[in-house]
Structure formats: C-alpha cells, structure tokens
C-alpha cells in the first residue's frame, strides 16, 4: 500500500533554516493537493500550509512570510523551506495528501511525522 514518506527535519537554532520533503512511496493515480500540519504534545493538530496540484497556495498567519510550500508535479513531491525559525515552531510537522491510486479511490494519507526543534 501507497504511504507517505517525510524528510529532513531536526535541530536548528532560532534564525535558522530546515527544509522538509515529503513524497509518496510509490505509484499514484491522480493527486490532488498535499499539505503540513504540525502537533504540539497536547495541542491539536495545526495546518501549516497547503498546496494544489494547479499551484494554488495557504499558509497560517504564524508562518506567511517564513514558509515557501512547493512541488515537484513530476515526482508528487512537497517540499516545506521554512526560514527564519523561531522556537515556537517546535513541534511534530506531519505531512499529508489526497491522492487516488490503482486500487484505492481518492482519500487522505499521513506521513508518520518528522520532528522540528529550534532551540538555542
């Protein structure tokens, strides 16, 4: 079965830069947008940022001028260049997409999380 796969998360000081990529294990039939949440221990899961397959984009307010979501169309692949980090970016950055395949009709799949953490 088809599952997302995330990358690139880690440590960084306040300032500092991380990018994250995400992209499906294998063959899909029609995507239709992707996007990253992120979770705070307690906290509800928070959308950071969305993109669709004709380019439209969303970001929250805590990250619009910090955050760059892009995608590769050729490879189904996200990727989340996160600039100027702050520490209250910490959290778990989930990834998540809306895609159909060959043998499953359109529904979201979850990336298993990959950890952020700005600290000095």
């Known amino acids: 079965q088809v599952h997302l796969v995330e990358s690139g998360g880690g440590l960084v000081q306040p300032g500092g830069s991380l990018k994250l990529s995400c992209a499906p294990s294998?063959?899909?039939?029609?995507?239709?947008?992707m996007r990253w949440f992120r979770q705070i221990p307690g906290e509800q899961r928070e959308l950071v940022s969305l993109?669709?397959?004709?380019?439209?984009?969303h970001y929250s307010d805590s990250v619009k001028g910090r955050f760059t979501i892009s995608m590769d169309d050729a490879k189904n692949t996200m990727q989340l260049q996160m600039d100027n980090l702050r520490p209250e970016d910490t959290a778990v950055y989930f990834c998540?997409?809306?895609?159909?395949?060959?043998?499953?009709?359109?529904?979201?799949?979850w990336g298993q999380g990959t950890q952020v953490t700005v600290s000095s």
């Open positions: 998540n997409a809306y895609f159909s395949t060959e043998t499953a009709a359109a529904k979201d799949y």
């Open positions: 294998g063959s899909i039939l029609r995507l239709y947008y």
């Open positions: 993109i669709t397959t004709d380019g439209k984009t």
